[in-house]
């Protein structure tokens, strides 16, 4: 099963995700499994516990970390770092994923099929 980390301070972003991700990206693919954090500690937590995680998705715009910052250290410290797709508040922030290395950008307000065929394209 696919396992998808979503890390956001505001509970509205967190459920605009889950709600757009649903239970399957495609129609033909499988079912996922969804961890909430509404902390980057507690996202970090849970991947010092060895848990799998196939796909982040990562609020740029939460504090006090910025999914930016998290993503940019993911990627440095580690090995094999799943894909990580990051949720920017105007398309003109784009440009900051290249710095954060995220694999993938989603403006906000979430729009259910852009995030869901972005996550799909992420995880294939």
Do not use: N
Request: hydrophobic share 45%; net charge negative; charged share 25%.
């Amino acid at each position: 099963m696919t396992s998808i980390a979503i890390y956001s301070d505001d509970s509205t972003v967190r459920e605009s995700v889950v709600r757009a991700l649903g239970k399957r990206l495609t129609p033909d693919a499988a079912e996922h499994s969804i961890c909430e954090f509404a902390t980057a500690d507690a996202l970090r937590s849970y991947l010092a516990q060895g848990k799998k995680v196939d796909l982040f998705i990562l609020d740029g715009e939460a504090t006090p970390e910025g999914g930016m910052v998290i993503s940019k250290q993911f990627k440095d410290e580690i090995f094999e770092c799943p894909p990580v797709l990051l949720l920017v508040a105007r398309q003109q922030d784009a440009w900051l994923a290249g710095w954060s290395r995220a694999d993938g950008v989603v403006s906000h307000p979430v729009d259910p099929f852009t995030l869901a065929s972005t996550a799909a394209r992420l995880i294939a």
